[in-house]
């Protein structure tokens, strides 16, 4: 089963504040972790939110609004793409994440949705055309 852990922002990182070097190093070993477990599909880093923009789709029309966006821990900082057998372990991964000295980390682990989660409305031909996709995709990765 795939999960995404979600690495939430902080202050510092809305800030485009770069950790120390310490940090980078156990983050490295952190991810060299998961992906001599073979569980790694994915992890990224992202850019502080006043280098983003939200998107609003609605019957009114489309909106954009440039960031910065408020409530500094409420948004995403990075994520990593683990495939792990159970939520259970995921949250175990989660719980060897790095934390800097004198701050706190906010993780969370949310479950992938895959073909099975969707019943009947993903019809085999759909199913089909994901997969198309995710090969095509795998392949130019």
């Given at each position: 089963m795939r999960y995404m852990i979600i690495i939430k922002a902080d202050e510092d990182s809305e800030a485009g504040k770069l950790p120390p070097m310490e940090a980078?190093?156990?983050m490295a070993k952190?991810?060299?972790e998961m992906h001599d477990a073979g569980i790694l599909l994915s992890g990224e880093g992202l850019q502080q939110s006043s280098k983003g923009a939200r998107v609003t789709i609605g019957a009114a029309g489309t909106t954009v609004t440039d960031g910065p966006f408020?409530?500094?821990k409420e948004?995403?900082?990075g994520f990593w793409i683990v495939d792990v057998p159970s939520r259970a372990e995921a949250?175990?991964?989660a719980k060897r994440c790095p934390t800097p000295p004198n701050s706190d980390t906010v993780l969370e682990v949310r479950k992938i949705l895959e073909a099975?989660?969707?019943g009947e409305a993903f019809t085999p031909e759909l199913q089909e055309n994901e997969q198309r996709m995710r090969d095509e995709i795998a392949e130019r990765s």
């Open positions: 980078f190093t156990a952190f991810n060299q408020t409530e500094a948004l995403v900082g949250i175990e991964w099975e989660d969707f």
